[in-house]
């Protein structure tokens, strides 16, 4: 369980200080599929960062399992984010190294940073990598280099890594925004497939609106900083839709 309690998010620009998250509350159960949308700037990933403790927030509180994460000592702070799987719009894999290095990557948070700068993973490590490997389908392509992978298939190694981490939460930014409608689906039905068999909570960005209707939970909607939306995808009305984007405004 997630609780997130009043967070503010000021950052200093060039032009003054600019929030980014306002007053934003709300909680996530455990096992939750969250949606997230807006416009571009609204503060979605300044969310997303937020609930890994990437970033403090200027005000409030994350309390994950009755822990406040933005006051946990360095340490504690790295053991927390190891629990926290975390998928980008660009993959951020290393390309020259094979799917199974890379996802073998998802356990050095569990390894002595030695025997992570060694690559001495423990039996128990490569077993799990290559089961996450199994489970989106490319142990055909474990010794392959990620960079003669398509898209697709690279997101589906950031997911096995992901995986790898044995999270208790997923996050994903954008994690189909350079992916075709068919391989955007299949990333969000994996996503799925996770949070339905293991109960990883997700939390997820994501810009196609139809995408977040069909395969979450639960919609948020930031706008501005603000949370403006928090319920189930048949509770967003169209009318709410065009308040969130700002169309109506855009077209006055
Ligand atoms: N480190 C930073 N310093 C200053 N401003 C920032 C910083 N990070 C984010 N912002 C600003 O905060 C606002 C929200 O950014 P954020 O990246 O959360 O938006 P977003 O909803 O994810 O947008 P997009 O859909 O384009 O990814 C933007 O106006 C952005 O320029
Ligand atoms: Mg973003």
Same mark, same amino acid.
Request: proline letters at 4%.
């Given at each position: 369980?997630?609780?997130?309690? #009043?967070?503010?998010?000021?950052?200093?620009?060039?032009?003054?200080?600019?929030?980014?998250?306002? $007053?934003?509350?709300?909680?996530?159960?455990?096992?939750?599929?969250?949606?997230?949308?807006?416009?571009?700037? +609204?503060?979605?990933?300044?969310?997303?960062?937020?609930?890994?403790?990437?970033?403090?927030?200027?005000?409030?509180?994350?309390?994950?399992?009755?822990?406040?994460?933005?006051?946990?000592?360095? %340490?504690?702070?790295?053991?927390?984010? /190891?629990?926290?799987?975390?998928?980008?719009?660009?993959? #951020?894999?290393?390309?020259?190294?094979?799917?199974?290095?890379?996802?073998?990557?998802? /356990?050095?948070?569990?390894?002595?940073?030695?025997?992570?700068? *060694?690559?001495?993973?423990?039996? /128990?490590?490569?077993?799990?990598? /290559?089961?996450?490997?199994?489970?989106?389908?490319?142990?055909?392509?474990?010794? +392959?280099?990620? $960079?003669?992978?398509?898209?697709?298939?690279?997101? %589906?190694?950031?997911?096995? %890594?992901?995986?790898?981490?044995?999270?208790?939460?997923?996050?994903? $930014?954008?994690?189909?925004?350079? *992916?075709?409608?068919?391989?955007? =689906?299949?990333?969000?039905? !994996?996503?799925?497939?996770? #949070?339905? !068999?293991?109960?990883?909570?997700?939390?997820? #960005?994501?810009?196609?609106? =139809?995408?977040?209707?069909?395969? +979450?939970? &639960?919609?948020?909607?930031? %706008? &501005?900083?603000?949370?403006?939306?928090?319920?189930?995808?048949? =509770? *967003? !009305?169209?009318?709410?839709?065009?308040?969130?984007?700002?169309?109506?405004?855009?077209?006055?």
């Amino acid at each position: 369980m997630i609780e997130v309690k #009043n967070v503010s998010q000021t950052f200093q620009t060039a032009r003054g200080p600019f929030q980014a998250l306002a $007053d934003v509350s709300l909680s996530i159960p455990k096992g939750d599929f969250v949606a997230i949308i807006g416009r571009s700037g +609204a503060g979605k990933s300044t969310f997303l960062r937020t609930l890994n403790g990437l970033l403090i927030p200027s005000q409030g509180q994350v309390v994950v399992a009755g822990t406040d994460i933005t006051k946990l000592p360095k %340490r504690e702070l790295q053991k927390y984010r /190891r629990s926290v799987g975390f998928i980008f719009q660009q993959f #951020n894999l290393v390309t020259r190294l094979s799917v199974l290095d890379n996802v073998l990557h998802g /356990r050095l948070g569990y390894l002595p940073t030695w025997r992570g700068l *060694l690559g001495l993973y423990s039996d /128990r490590d490569y077993q799990i990598a /290559r089961q996450q490997i199994a489970r989106v389908d490319l142990s055909a392509k474990e010794t +392959a280099r990620v $960079d003669s992978l398509s898209g697709g298939q690279m997101q %589906r190694v950031a997911i096995a %890594r992901a995986m790898a981490q044995e999270p208790t939460l997923m996050l994903a $930014d954008e994690p189909a925004a350079n *992916l075709d409608p068919v391989l955007s =689906e299949e990333v969000m039905r !994996t996503l799925r497939r996770f #949070n339905d !068999t293991d109960g990883v909570t997700v939390v997820i #960005n994501i810009h196609t609106l =139809e995408l977040a209707r069909q395969y +979450a939970r &639960r919609i948020i909607a930031f %706008r &501005r900083g603000r949370l403006v939306f928090d319920g189930t995808p048949e =509770e *967003l !009305t169209e009318e709410l839709v065009d308040e969130i984007y700002e169309r109506k405004e855009m077209l006055a």
